[in-house]
């Protein structure tokens, strides 16, 4: 019953079947050399996923569990299937939500540094023609002041110092 469930097919369909006709083109060469491997005693991993094919077309996954046995003095393979395609559903949605995720954030950090670049430029245009009007008004009004006042063309002079600095 769980075979019915999982390849979606009948049972008459899937006893005496070609095993081959159950398992997706893509896996079907991994499978094949696993089986004839542990066929051979090699040791290969007894515990892999593939894509199977159910009856209507439609692509499945399952956790395949393959162990050697010894049928009538033969040796065989007994495997056991376990449908994790709801699982890969949702793993390859997970890994679309994580891409488009990092693309989002790729972005907002492109548009945050650009909308940064953006203030900066305003800032230091702005300010840099606001400094630049100070310091031609503090170098007029220094020129205004008479030479008794020297202490008060020195603080312009500081004042046009700490401007430069600041600029």
Same mark, same amino acid.
């Given at each position: ?6 390849? #979606? $097919? @009948? ?9 081959? &006709?159950?398992?997706?083109? *893509? +896996? ?44 009538? #003095? $033969? @040796? ?9 395609? &709801?699982?890969?559903?949702? *793993? +390859? ?75």
């Amino acid at each position: 019953p769980a075979a019915e469930i999982i390849f #979606g $097919r @009948a049972k008459e369909e899937i006893v005496g079947s070609n095993f081959w &006709e159950l398992v997706h083109p *893509e +896996s079907q060469n991994t499978v094949r050399e696993r089986m004839l491997a542990r066929q051979r005693g090699e040791n290969v991993p007894t515990r892999y996923e593939a894509k199977i094919l159910r009856n209507n077309g439609e692509v499945g996954w399952c956790d395949l569990t393959m162990s050697l046995i010894d049928l009538e #003095g $033969r @040796a065989a393979v007994l495997g056991i299937a376990m449908d994790i395609t &709801e699982r890969k559903k949702a *793993e +390859s949605a997970l890994a679309e939500s994580e891409r488009r995720f990092r693309q989002l954030s790729s972005f907002l950090l492109t548009a945050q540094e650009n909308e940064r670049k953006r203030i900066s430029f305003e800032l230091h245009d702005e300010l840099g023609q606001s400094l630049m009007a100070l310091k031609l008004k503090i170098g007029s009004v220094k020129r205004k002041i008479g030479p008794e006042k020297r202490n008060l063309k020195d603080d312009c002079d500081e004042l046009l110092e700490d401007i430069d600095q600041i600029v």
